[in-house]
């Protein structure tokens, strides 16, 4: 019972999360009225930030949904083979599913909307990008996760602003998207979700990135731990 209700609020979380990114853009620019400048880009910035507060409080309320593939896979590396398959096998499908259903929701609604992240560069650069901001990412929510457990704020709001930051840099050069579900969502609607550059640069980068930081993460960070329970052990 307990996973079918993850996978069904994966499947939720990634279609509210596709629409929320849809109707920030809709309410800086359309609405408000803002372009490019500053001032809009600092108010979608900041509800960018809110929603990510949003979304990190119904992953707590459903005890583990999530809407990013990414972060799913990161935690199913350390856990049981079992789990592992039952995340690849059934909550990755459903955060697609969710995300494909989003977005075409979205076109048909808001035609003007756009096309989604693309690809603006050759597609070694691009896997390269995608990877290093998956790294980046992935590397600093197991540092929040093991320095500060219990702090929703600080975590969220370190993770957020890393985040948003992260995505700047590589929204010129891929979309700066880290997560392989909304823009299978997107490339799902211009038809080009089998191409070998969607493939490699959105999918199969940033679960090698990942798979990299969490090992890498392991490799630095746990024989400190185990160096402190035996210094421990000894003084005792």
Not at 12 to 39: C, D, H, N, Q, T
Not at 82 to 111: E, K, M, Y
Request: proline letters at 4%; glycine letters at 12%.
């Amino acid at each position: 019972m307990a996973g079918i209700r993850l996978i069904l609020w994966d499947f939720i979380m990634s279609f509210m999360w596709v629409w929320s990114g849809a109707l920030i853009k809709i309410f800086v620019y359309k609405i408000l009225g803002f372009g490019f400048e500053p001032r809009g880009e600092i108010i979608k910035g900041t509800l960018s930030i809110l929603s990510m507060f949003f979304f990190a409080w119904l992953g707590k309320i459903s005890r583990g949904g999530s809407y990013n593939p990414l972060t799913v896979l990161s935690g199913a590396i350390s856990g049981s083979f079992s789990g592992f398959l039952f995340i690849v096998g059934a909550r990755i499908p459903a955060q697609v599913i969710g995300s494909i259903t989003g977005v075409r929701l979205i076109i048909d609604t808001f035609p003007e909307i756009g096309h989604g992240p693309r690809l603006n560069v050759d597609i070694h650069q691009g896997a390269l990008t995608e990877g290093l901001l998956t790294f980046t990412i992935v590397t600093i929510s197991l540092g929040l996760a093991r320095n500060n457990p219990s702090s929703f704020f600080m975590k969220t709001w370190i993770s957020s602003v890393s985040k948003l930051a992260l995505h700047i840099l590589g929204s010129d050069l891929t979309g700066g998207c880290m997560n392989p579900a909304s823009v299978m969502g997107w490339a799902y609607a211009r038809g080009d979700h089998i191409t070998k550059e969607h493939i490699l640069v959105y999918w199969l980068a940033p679960i090698e990135a990942t798979l990299l930081g969490v090992w890498t993460f392991r490799l630095l960070v746990q024989p400190r731990k185990e160096e402190k329970v035996t210094k421990e052990s000894k003084s005792e």
